[in-house]
């Protein structure tokens, strides 16, 4: 069955819907990355203030201190998911192009399913790095629970 050159052009666009909607979590997961990052750097900052003080530290340094390394390894986590779930949609976008430049291939010889595989494997990667985003929001709120005194008392 022979298709025309409009149905192939047509079929070699659908995946780029996909790369349209992984565009926008990339987007938005890369400037969560960026803030995260950018809080690591700013509390090892105020970490090394604080260790300079030494002995003239008052307990408002040292509590502040202890918080510190309370949030610190959630950060680190909360950065890891987040570069995990970014390179899971940058796989993903590589997947949908791949499988649009298959499409046209199979009037050539490769296997039809090619394409499918390759479409199927993206949404894989983009079902993946949905999850870990989604992990990186539940634990970013225990950070706030961690900061925020008010919701220490209720747990």
Not at 120 to 125: Q, R
């Amino acid at each position: 069955m022979e298709i025309s050159i409009a149905q192939l052009i047509v079929q070699m666009v659908s995946p780029a819907v996909m790369v349209s909607a992984c565009g926008l979590m990339l987007l938005s997961l890369g400037n969560k990355y960026a803030r995260v990052v950018d809080r690591l750097r700013s509390f090892a900052a105020e970490i090394r203030v604080i260790e300079k003080l030494g002995s003239a530290a008052t307990t408002v340094d040292t509590d502040r201190m202890r918080m510190l390394h309370l949030q610190i390894p959630d950060l680190f986590r909360r950065g890891r998911l987040l570069r995990n779930s970014v390179l899971l949609y940058h796989t993903a976008v590589s997947l949908f192009v791949a499988c649009s430049f298959g499409i046209p291939l199979t009037r050539f010889g490769i296997p039809v399913w090619l394409p499918l595989v390759l479409f199927c494997a993206g949404m894989a990667a983009v079902l993946a790095a949905t999850i870990l985003a989604w992990r990186e929001t539940l634990l970013s709120f225990r950070l706030i629970n961690l900061e925020v005194p008010v919701n220490r008392a209720r747990g």
